[in-house]
């Protein structure tokens, strides 16, 4: 809940978080998982879709 809760306070989509945080975590090096956290995620750009489209319009 407490990730949830954060990528919404960082005006984030919580669905499209977690979809790509769970997808990348795998592979992701342990050396960089602060770039994970919500208050640092960028969405990937993907379909021509940039990252912007996936936070929450306010």
Same mark, same amino acid.
């Given at each position: 809940? !407490?990730? *949830?809760?954060?990528?919404?306070?960082?005006?984030? $989509?919580? @669905?499209?978080?977690?979809?790509?945080?769970?997808?990348?975590?795998?592979?992701?090096?342990?050396?960089? *998982?602060?770039?994970?956290?919500? @208050? $640092?995620?960028?969405?990937?750009?993907? $379909?021509?879709?940039?990252?912007? !489209?996936?936070? *929450?319009?306010?």
């Amino acid at each position: 809940m !407490s990730l *949830i809760q954060s990528a919404k306070l960082n005006g984030l $989509n919580p @669905h499209a978080y977690l979809k790509d945080v769970l997808t990348r975590l795998p592979t992701h090096p342990n050396s960089r *998982i602060d770039e994970l956290l919500p @208050h $640092n995620w960028v969405a990937p750009e993907t $379909n021509g879709v940039d990252a912007v !489209s996936e936070k *929450i319009c306010a």
